[in-house]
């Protein structure tokens, strides 16, 4: 089983900047398996979105074409930690932002239906 848990979102101005983070937990079954870890943002009336991702081993980083150059996906394997750090943020990445994870097969997809583990979600808004 893996858990996650989501935090950090947040209301700010466009332009502006936030940090998001996850929890995971599961590290048992990390030790025997590669994870695929993703973010994913939804908008009411929207598929959910894969915005940048990442395997449990720090490889093969994916982003969106609309986050590439300002989100950056990232680690920290001491503090069970993933983390999207999200700059010059815009009005249309306004979402709900979730991270998932599912046992690797292949490269790490940013389809929502490949995922079986899901954190509950954190907002952001972005005002212009």
């Known amino acids: 089983q893996v858990h996650l848990v989501e935090s950090g979102g947040d209301s700010v101005q466009a332009g502006g900047s936030l940090r998001l983070s996850c929890t995971v937990s599961?590290?048992?079954?990390?030790?025997?398996?590669?994870?695929?870890l993703t973010w994913f943002r939804q908008v009411p009336g929207k598929e959910r979105e894969g915005v940048a991702s990442?395997?449990?081993?720090?490889?093969?980083?994916y982003y969106a074409d609309s986050v590439k150059g300002r989100f950056t996906i990232s680690r920290d394997n001491a503090k069970n930690l993933m983390y999207l750090q999200m700059n010059s943020l815009k009005p249309e990445d306004t979402a709900m932002y979730y991270c998932?994870?599912?046992?690797?097969?292949?490269?790490?997809?940013?389809?929502?239906?490949?995922?079986?583990?899901w954190g509950q979600g954190t907002q952001v808004t972005v005002s212009s």
């Open positions: 599961g590290y048992n079954d990390f030790a025997y398996y590669t994870y695929c």
């Open positions: 998932a994870a599912v046992r690797r097969r292949g490269a790490c997809s940013g389809d929502y239906r490949d995922y079986n583990y």
């Open positions: 990442m395997d449990t081993g720090g490889r093969s980083p």
